[in-house]
């Protein structure tokens, strides 16, 4: 188990930007993918994107590619979400995931942070 601590949400009008934070309590993280999903009211969750962190190489879905990028700070364990040109429909409770590289399914989970993108 990793435990992890999401920052960043908030309230932003539609074609705007937000950073989220995870930052994850652990001395390494290598040999670790992490990764960001987003859970919107009565929908199911949703990958957004990961990073193996021993390479820093980001995979992004469909839905987010070309808006959001992912960055991180080795020495603070932390992963970042930017998020840009926000859309009404990317509202949702933004939730980050750790998995060693050698397991199958995201294991540890953060609290949740809350984006809302409305004007």
């Known amino acids: 188990q990793v435990p992890l601590v999401e920052s960043g949400g908030g309230l932003v009008q539609p074609g705007g930007s937000l950073r989220l934070a995870c930052v994850a309590s652990?001395?390494?993280?290598?040999?670790?993918?992490m990764g960001w999903f987003r859970q919107a009211p009565g929908k199911e969750r949703e990958y957004v994107a990961s990073?193996?962190?021993?390479?820093?190489?980001?995979v992004y879905s469909v839905n987010v590619k070309g808006r959001f990028n992912l960055t991180r700070d080795n020495a603070k364990n932390t992963l970042y979400l930017h998020m840009n040109s926000l859309k009404p429909e990317d509202t949702a409770v933004y939730f980050c995931?750790?998995?060693?590289?050698?397991?199958?399914?995201?294991?540890?989970w953060g609290q949740g942070t809350q984006v809302t993108v409305s004007s």
């Open positions: 995931a750790a998995r060693h590289r050698d397991e199958s399914t995201y294991g540890s």
């Open positions: 652990r001395p390494t993280l290598r040999n670790y993918i």
């Open positions: 990073m193996i962190w021993n390479t820093g190489d980001p």
